[in-house]
C-alpha cells in the first residue's frame, strides 16, 4: 500500500475520465449516507475540495479559498479570526472516517488529510489493497525526473528524504487502519452517531394497578380465593419503569457517550412521531407506537388469548410463543426478545426498537446490543453489507432468578 500526493502537474485535470465517474459516484454515495446527510456545510465542504482536484486545481486550495468560495465570505476573509473551515475540515475527516466504519468504501476512499485541504483516492485492488490515484505526468516531467544533474545530495535533502519516508510509512499504517473492519458494535451503533442532533432515547411506561394505600393490608399478600373490587385499584400511568427498561437506558447511554454522542431520555408517552424525524431514537418496550413504527416488519410481537408470541409473517405456522402469566404463575426459565433496526426508516432517520416479552428478555436483549461477543452471533452469520441495512433478531434467553441469561439467535432478516 502506498500513498501518493496528488500534484497539480498540468493545467487539464490530471485524471482519466473514467476516475472522475468513479470518484464522483463515491461522492455522491457518500453525502447520502447518514453521516452527511445532516449537514449542507460539510457536504458542501467535501463537495468543492473533490471536485476542485478533480479539476486540476488541487494544490490551490487553501483556507481561504474554502472561506470565499464555500462559505461565502469576503476575499479579505481573516483565518486568525475565524475558524469555521478549520472546524469544518476536523468534522469532514471524523464523518469520513464514520461513513467507512458503516461500511461505504469497500472499492474506493477519500481521505483529506490533516494539516491540508486537498483530498487524496485510495482505490481498492482485487487484493484488496489500496492504492492511490495518480495523475498522467507530461513526458517533459519524465524526462526530467529520469536525468537529474548528478550532485552530492545534501544534509538538507537527505533529511528531507527522511520526513517523507517518515509521512509515507505513517499515511500506509493510517491507511491500513481505514480498510480494517469495524468491530460488529461500531458498525451497529454507526448510523446513531450524529453531533448535530442527539440522540432520542425512550422508556416504555407500563400501565399498573395498585391497591388503595389506605386498605392495602385488607388485600395483601394476594391469595387465589380473594377478589379485590374496582373501587380499591388505583390506575397508574407514567409512574414507573421497568427494569429492563432502566437496564437498557443505562447500558444504550454507555454505548452513546463512549463514542461522544449526546442523547435526551423520555417516557414512552411523551413521544410522538413527530419527534423520530427530528432525532436518531431508541424505544425500548412494547408500546402502541413501536406496534406501529414495526408493522410493515417481517417478525411481530403479538398478544394473542394464551398468551404472548413473537410471530413469522412469512411462515405463518412459526412462532415463538409464551403462555400467559399471572401472580400464581411459577418463574419463567426462559423467554424471547425481538430488536428491529430501521437505518431507512418511515421517520427518514435510523430507529431501533427493542422488545420483550417481559422485563428479564429486554434486559437479555439490551445486553446483546451492547456486548461485542454477543452480537457476533448475529454480526459473523449476517451478509457483508448488513451494516448499512434493515434488520430483525429474534432473541432466545435463559432466565435465572430475576437477572437474564444467555442469549441465542433463533432467526434474523436482513434488508
Do not use: C
Not at 74 to 96: H, P
Not at 361 to 385: K, M, Y
Amino acid at each position: 500500500m502506498s500513498h501518493i500526493a496528488i500534484e497539480e502537474l498540468q493545467k487539464e485535470s490530471p485524471f482519466a475520465e473514467s476516475d472522475k465517474q468513479r470518484i464522483r459516484a463515491h461522492l455522491d454515495e457518500l453525502l447520502a449516507s447518514e453521516s452527511f446527510a445532516g449537514s449542507r456545510r460539510r457536504q458542501a465542504f467535501l463537495r468543492y475540495v473533490v471536485e476542485e482536484s478533480l479539476a486540476g486545481r488541487g494544490s490551490n486550495i487553501k483556507e481561504t479559498s474554502i472561506a470565499v468560495d464555500v462559505f461565502g465570505r469576503g476575499r479579505d476573509f481573516d483565518t486568525q479570526d475565524s475558524s469555521v473551515v478549520r472546524v469544518t475540515g476536523g468534522e469532514v475527516r471524523k464523518r469520513l472516517a464514520q461513513a467507512y466504519s458503516s461500511g461505504l468504501g469497500q472499492d474506493l476512499r477519500i481521505e483529506l488529510t490533516p494539516g491540508g485541504y486537498q483530498p487524496a483516492f485510495y482505490f481498492a485492488n482485487q487484493q484488496g489493497d489500496a492504492t492511490a490515484v495518480q495523475p498522467a505526468v507530461e513526458p517533459a516531467l519524465l524526462q526530467t525526473a529520469e536525468n537529474p544533474p548528478r550532485r552530492r545530495p545534501s544534509m538538507t535533502v537527505i533529511a528531507g528524504s527522511l520526513a517523507a519516508g517518515l509521512i509515507l510509512i505513517g499515511t500506509s499504517v493510517q491507511l491500513l487502519g481505514m480498510f480494517r473492519t469495524a468491530p460488529p458494535l461500531d458498525q451497529m451503533w454507526g448510523p446513531w452517531l450524529n453531533r448535530d442532533r442527539p440522540v432520542l432515547m425512550s422508556i416504555v411506561t407500563p400501565t399498573l394497578l395498585k391497591v388503595n394505600p389506605l386498605h392495602q393490608d385488607k388485600w395483601l399478600p394476594l391469595t387465589g380465593d380473594k377478589a379485590i373490587p374496582a373501587s380499591e385499584l388505583v390506575v397508574l400511568r407514567d409512574s414507573y419503569v421497568g427494569t429492563g427498561g432502566a437496564m437498557g437506558a443505562a447500558r444504550f447511554a454507555e454505548q452513546l457517550t463512549r463514542r461522544d454522542q449526546k442523547f435526551d431520555i423520555k417516557f414512552g408517552s411523551d413521544v410522538t412521531f413527530s419527534d423520530l424525524k427530528n432525532s436518531p431514537t431508541i424505544l425500548i418496550g412494547v408500546s402502541t407506537l413501536t406496534q406501529q413504527l414495526t408493522r410493515g416488519a417481517r417478525y411481530q410481537l403479538e398478544m394473542f388469548p394464551e398468551g404472548i408470541r413473537i410471530a413469522d409473517t412469512k411462515q405463518k405456522d412459526r412462532a415463538w410463543a409464551r403462555p400467559r402469566r399471572n401472580f400464581a404463575s411459577p418463574p419463567r426459565l426462559d423467554g424471547y426478545s425481538l430488536i428491529t433496526r430501521l437505518v431507512h426508516s418511515d421517520s427518514g432517520l435510523p430507529l431501533l426498537v427493542v422488545v420483550g416479552m417481559d422485563s428479564h428478555n429486554t434486559e437479555a436483549a439490551v445486553e446483546f446490543l451492547t456486548r461485542n461477543e454477543s452480537f457476533r452471533q448475529f454480526a459473523d452469520s449476517a451478509p457483508r453489507d448488513w451494516a448499512t441495512k434493515n434488520f430483525q433478531i429474534v432473541l432466545h434467553n435463559s432466565i435465572y432468578g430475576n437477572s437474564a441469561g444467555s442469549t441465542a439467535v433463533v432467526a434474523s432478516e436482513v434488508w
